[in-house]
């Protein structure tokens, strides 16, 4: 059984950064694209960026796209998110995710993921 344990959470003011760690253990991901979603308070969870299990495909909300950064280590079965710029409504549960490679955009959609983090929280204050 595969387990992902995400951690990097925390409290930072708007201008701030953080970098999310999403650590695999119990089987190898590195053939996975592993996703982040994240789920502000009262609302769905929602797709933030993907990776394909090389490395070279890399996938964002338009709206993060620049601030964000999604990366992996598949020696240490580590994916990252590197997020700049944060923002107050950026404060959500930040999940990680793994799941086999699909043709389409269907890492958009968090049915199509095989595993899935407990999440780590981030608060950005104004």
């Known amino acids: 059984q595969g387990q992902l344990v995400e951690s990097g959470g925390g409290s930072v003011q708007a201008g701030g950064s953080l970098r999310l760690s999403c650590a695999a253990s119990g089987r190898t991901f590195s053939r996975y694209t592993m996703g982040w979603f994240r789920q502000a308070p009262g609302k769905e969870r929602e797709f933030v960026a993907a990776i394909s299990w090389s490395g070279s495909n890399l996938y964002y909300v338009d709206s993060m796209k620049g601030r964000f950064t999604i990366s992996r280590d598949n020696a240490k079965n580590t994916v990252y998110l590197q997020m700049t710029s944060l923002k107050p409504e950026d404060t959500a549960v930040y999940y990680c995710?793994?799941?086999?490679?699909?043709?389409?955009?269907?890492?958009?959609?968090?049915?199509?993921?095989?595993?899935w983090g407990q999440g780590t929280q981030v608060t950005v204050s104004s």
């Open positions: 995710a793994a799941g086999r490679q699909k043709d389409g955009t269907w890492y958009l959609r968090e049915s199509m993921y095989d595993y």
